[in-house]
């Protein structure tokens, strides 16, 4: 059973491109959820999703950034225009459906923007 | 308010011995879980952990325990027989409610474990 999948593990971005950051949670996960670290902090949630739905996304600015959980295929974070503010690493965690107790994060996608 | 507060932003540790990484937390919500990460320098994170608020037993995992004391809402990591491959960040973290909600992080303590 294959944990928590994050890909790119580091992606190198230029000031206004986009960034496309894909998870694919555990097997028989249905809930995804996604934080951002910056360095030396802890992490900041920004959105949680089930297939095809936004639960909540508080924690999501306001532009440029939007996120996806299709019925089919990986959870996508995108960051559209990217700033150097936006270089951080940014985490999936996965959830089975109704569950409190269990959360495995994935190994995270270190995004820089030069 | 914080909701999740790690007062030690460093740590040392002389190999082999016990160290304490504190935790306190605060809710209203009367069912929540509480969770331990490490997090080494290679970046990912790694589950060490739970506590649910009802459970009446400290969790263990291994060289892991949790010292759950719920009248003053703190949930210290314990962690015994300190290894050099234990250096790392430790993160404290809530999920409030029963069902999906989020987690809060505190902002993490650094831990050196010394030879």
């Known amino acids: 059973n294959a944990g928590v999948m994050q890909n790119p593990r580091h992606l190198v971005r230029r000031r206004g491109q986009e960034a496309r950051l894909r998870c694919s949670p555990m097997?028989?996960?249905?809930?995804v959820y996604w934080y951002r670290q910056l360095p030396e902090e802890g992490l900041k949630f920004m959105v949680y999703?089930?297939?095809?739905?936004?639960?909540?996304e508080s924690g999501m600015p306001k532009e440029r950034f939007s996120a996806e959980f299709p019925k089919e295929g990986p959870s996508i974070l995108r960051i559209q225009q990217v700033v150097r503010g936006d270089s951080a690493a940014y985490f999936c965690?996965?959830?089975?459906?109704?569950?409190?107790?269990?959360?495995?994060f994935g190994q995270g996608t270190r995004l820089t923007v030069v | 308010a914080q909701k999740i507060t790690q007062t030690q932003p460093g740590m040392f540790v002389q190999e082999k011995e016990a160290v304490t990484l504190d935790c306190t937390y605060d809710?209203?919500?009367?069912?929540?879980?509480l969770f331990w990460y490490k997090q080494p320098s290679s970046g990912e994170m790694i589950f060490l952990i739970y506590?649910?608020?009802?459970?009446?037993q400290n969790a263990t995992e291994g060289r892991y325990s949790l010292n759950f004391q719920k009248a003053r809402k703190s949930a210290n990591l314990v962690i015994s027989a300190s290894q050099l491959g234990d250096s790392a960040m430790y993160f404290c973290?809530?999920?409030?409610?029963?069902?999906?909600?989020?987690?809060?992080f505190g902002p993490g303590t650094r831990l050196s474990v010394l030879p």
């Open positions: 965690a996965s959830s089975p459906y109704q569950s409190n107790t269990e959360a495995f």
């Open positions: 097997k028989g996960h249905s809930h």
């Open positions: 999703l089930q297939k095809e739905n936004i639960i909540d």
């Open positions: 809710t209203s919500d009367p069912s929540y879980g």
């Open positions: 506590q649910g608020s009802y459970d009446q």
């Open positions: 973290a809530m999920r409030e409610g029963d069902y999906g909600q989020n987690f809060v």
